[in-house]
């Protein structure tokens, strides 16, 4: 089965340290990448995407992802975190063989930036 | 603009008792969807709808029923509730691919006892 995977369950950061977040999915076709951010206590908001073109992928509040096809993976990164990048993230792939449009979804990578 | 709109936000229910989570959308996306999100699970489809009258399964459909009478509803039913349906619910909506993403509602925390 075509699938998503976070292998980063939890990361613990200080402040001003580098992030990676790691992505990979399982499917050979043609796909559409996204990346969220759930707060605590909040909904779903998206980061970034990637549909096509330039695989570095640059996105709100400083993150960015590169798309590296011949690993099928979609890594987030952000040079410096700040305490308020505390939050969940989530890794989601589109699969272009699906006509309702649906996301596959990692199982999700908590994150908590100490000050 | 309310964007999605999920209700209730919290419920407490008793095993076997039935009860309708509705999503509510007003920025006229054709495709709409019902995940749960599990600790450690991700989330995942229940049930998706590509418009009105529309509805078809996800990846975890048992246990759940849901209706698309209206473009900017999709009700989410649940008619005897079990405690492994103890969940948090996200309803989202989007236009029709290819699109930009999502946009997620606040979503439902249900506790089944």
């Known amino acids: 089965a075509q699938s998503v995977s976070q292998h980063n369950h939890h990361v613990i950061l200080s402040e001003a340290a580098s992030l990676e977040l790691g992505c990979n999915y399982s499917y050979g076709g043609t796909v559409n990448l996204f990346w969220y951010v759930q707060y605590p206590g909040q909904h779903l908001q998206l980061l970034l995407k990637?549909?096509?073109?330039?695989?570095l992928v640059k996105g709100i509040k400083g993150f960015e992802a590169e798309f590296i096809k011949s690993k099928f993976s979609f890594n987030l990164r952000k040079p410096s975190v700040q305490w308020s990048d505390t939050a969940e993230y989530f890794c989601a792939v589109k699969m272009n063989n699906n006509a309702g449009n649906m996301l596959t979804f990692g199982g999700g990578t908590r994150l908590m930036v100490k000050p | 603009n309310a964007g999605v709109t999920q209700t209730p936000k919290f419920r407490v229910l008793k095993t076997g008792q039935s009860m309708t989570l509705l999503c509510a959308q007003d920025?006229?996306?054709?495709?709409m969807y019902w995940y749960r999100q599990d600790p450690g699970m991700g989330l995942r489809l229940i049930h998706y709808s590509v418009g009105e009258g529309t509805t078809a399964k996800g990846e975890v459909p048992d246990g759940y029923n849901v209706s698309r009478l209206k473009k900017q509803n999709f009700l989410l039913g649940l008619e005897s509730a079990a405690p492994s349906q103890t969940s948090v619910y996200f309803c989202?909506?989007?236009?029709?691919?290819?699109?930009?993403?999502?946009?997620f509602g606040s979503g439902t925390r249900l506790t089944v006892v």
């Open positions: 989202a909506s989007s236009l029709r691919p290819p699109s930009g993403g999502y946009t």
């Open positions: 990637y549909f096509s073109g330039d695989p």
């Open positions: 920025m006229n996306h054709e495709y």
